[in-house]
């Protein structure tokens, strides 16, 4: 029998953590929230060691009330189940509004706050980037680039100004009365974090995040969601305006994990980044120690692959500029070497660009179960093992917002009867960022069947040199670019791209690039090509435009129907 908390009409910040904490010490398998919107404590709410549960939550909203820490975190926590609860913040982590004035000389562009969202405190003016939507629709403004105004300042509570470099891209396309939303990117709304398995999550509805919305790290299995939605919440109190925006970042980004995710009819949309993430770790080689044994590091102290990286994994050797796989082996023992003891050099910037870390980082020492020759101080290598493979994503929804539908770096999956409409990235890509983001790696067994892709790569992004994605569905690999003379290794591998339907799309319908053993089976390909840049993907000497293009790559293409 499950435990049922009698409801009441006031919800007090501490309720839900005292019933979970006594649900957790007791010996209950259920636990039955009643209705109700909760504000959470400052710290949010942790959930840690709970071991064959279930948590019902239909009717209750939790509300993180500050936007540093993460509303809700999974630690060690095996065969949980969560159904029916809704997250949200308050404050927002965005406020919105409409452009007022622009003016032109000076390449500014003034814009006042709705009524019922967030005034322009410090915390909204701290974004890079700016997004921009259509004046009586919710949807992003189409064929304009991403904005990342040089300066956003506040002129009174209710308005502001967005100051333009001379060069920024598509500043002739803002327009007076365009919605905007300033976002604020600190923290995941749910974290699901070491030592967790056998999670699932069904009937669960995120409306906002100050980033991502469900961040997966370190964990043995992602876990399972079934009728999950990222959805743009109410309109707040005083509001005329629907919300236009759900996560800050990514809805679902699973990485450093040994299982991937069952993603099951669910919806994403509205966020200021990719609907899904998966991808694996990538090392680099500071210091060989012998021929069996190498020192790595990563740049946060707390990244413990030690504890994630078993013996048996396979390594990967990779070298630049093409990442060619130029070694493999398998891990014997992996060892954390405490920073105090690391007295081996990094500099962590050049390594991970992306990097906001400072200080030591995590050291490894990963002893090999084989001799590996040819590698150098400054390779990198990547595990497969801890890219969420064996992943599902079917039956979903992922529409209007900002990036890719999915961004996929990992192996053995299936993404299949999904539909993908008004993005303004691509609707899906296969294949490693090894340049930049390092986020690993090249790709293997993998079904994209039976998706139906409907107007997508709407931004102007695409159609730049610096662009690399440039298909509706795109197999790739994020090298170091060369222009022309770029060379891609053949790393992604037995991909089948069957039955799918593309209706739309600014750049080609279909491309290939950076693998081999892929099948492009009886697809159709309708209106793609809608804008033709000569300077499209010139970066990556990826210029060829058409309805499905193969290059650097071997592919079976037969039997697609093209217009």
């Known amino acids: 029998m499950g435990t049922t908390l009698s409801a009441g009409q006031t919800k007090a910040v501490d309720d839900i953590p005292t019933m979970l904490k006594q649900f957790a010490a007791g010996t209950e398998a259920e636990i039955t929230i009643p209705p109700g919107i909760y504000r959470l404590p400052k710290e949010g709410l942790l959930l840690r060691k ?7 939550a239909e009717g209750v909203t939790l509300l993180g009330t500050e936007l540093s820490p993460s509303a809700l975190q999974f630690q060690a926590c095996v065969n949980v189940t969560l159904t029916g609860l809704t997250l949200d913040y308050d404050p927002l982590p965005f406020t919105q509004g409409r452009l007022t004035a622009i003016d ?8 006042e706050v709705s009524a019922g969202y967030p005034d322009l405190t410090d ?7 700016v997004h921009l939507f259509e004046p009586d629709a919710s949807r992003w403004k189409k064929d304009v680039p991403d904005y990342y105004p040089k300066k956003i300042e506040r002129l009174t509570p209710r308005t502001g100004r967005l100051s333009f470099s001379k060069d920024a891209l598509g500043f002739e396309d803002l327009a007076v009365r365009d919605r905007i939303v300033l976002n604020v990117r600190k923290r995941q709304g749910v974290l699901i974090g070491e030592g967790c398995a056998g999670l699932t999550f069904k009937d669960v509805t995120v409306h906002s995040a100050p980033g991502i919305g469900f961040l997966v790290r370190f964990a043995e299995e992602t876990g399972a969601f079934e009728n999950v939605r990222i ?15 759900s996560t800050s970042a990514d809805a679902f980004n699973a990485a450093y994990v040994r299982k991937g995710p069952i993603l099951k009819n669910c919806e994403f949309s509205f966020m200021g980044d990719d609907a899904v993430n998966l991808h694996g770790v990538m090392l680099p080689v500071i210091k060989w120690l012998d021929e069996k044994s190498f020192v790595s590091m990563r740049s946060h102290r707390s990244e413990r692959f030690d504890r994630l990286i078993h013996p048996g994994d396979e390594v990967r050797f990779v070298k630049e500029p093409a990442y060619a796989i130029a070694q493999r082996a398998r891990v014997q023992k992996i060892e954390y070497l405490e920073g105090k003891d690391a007295s081996f050099a990094a500099d962590v910037k050049k390594l991970w660009p992306t990097s906001k870390e400072e200080g030591p980082g995590a050291f490894y020492v990963i002893h ?11 390779d990198f290598c990547d595990v497969p093992a801890t890219s969420a493979p064996g992943f599902s994503i079917t039956g979903n929804f992922f529409h209007d917002h900002r990036a ?7 192996n053995d999956g299936i993404v299949e009867n999904n539909r993908f409409e008004r993005l303004k990235g691509v609707a899906l890509t296969v294949g490693p960022e090894y340049a930049f983001w390092r986020e690993a790696g090249w790709c293997s067994h993998i079904v994209i069947r039976g998706n ?32 022309q003379n770029t060379r891609y290794f053949l790393g992604n591998e037995k991909i089948e791209i069957t039955g799918n339907k593309i209706e739309g799309c600014s750049v080609n319908g279909i491309t290939i690039s950076a693998a081999k053993e892929v099948k492009v089976y009886q697809n159709t390909v309708r209106r793609v090509n809608q804008i033709r840049n000569p300077k499209m993907a010139a970066d990556y000497g990826l210029i060829e435009q058409k309805p499905i293009s193969v290059q650097q790559a071997e592919a079976a293409v037969e039997r697609n129907d093209v217009e």
Request: hydrophobic share 35%; proline share 6%; net charge positive.
């Open 50 to 56: 709970l071991k064959d549960r279930t948590i019902h």
């Open 104 to 111: 032109a000389t000076a390449r500014t562009a003034d814009f």
């Open 123 to 129: 915390i909204y003016l701290e974004g890079k980037n």
């Open 231 to 245: 959805i743009p919440g109410p309109k707040p109190a005083g509001a005329t305006e629907e919300r236009l925006f």
């Open 368 to 378: 090999l179960d084989q001799a590996v020759t040819g590698v150098l101080p400054g």
């Open 404 to 410: 890719r539908g999915l961004r996929l770096m990992s």
């Open 452 to 483: 139906r892709i409907t107007d997508v790569g709407q931004g102007t992004n695409l159609q730049q040199s610096t662009s690399y994605t440039t298909g509706a569905i795109t197999v790739m690999g994020r090298v170091e670019p060369q222009k």
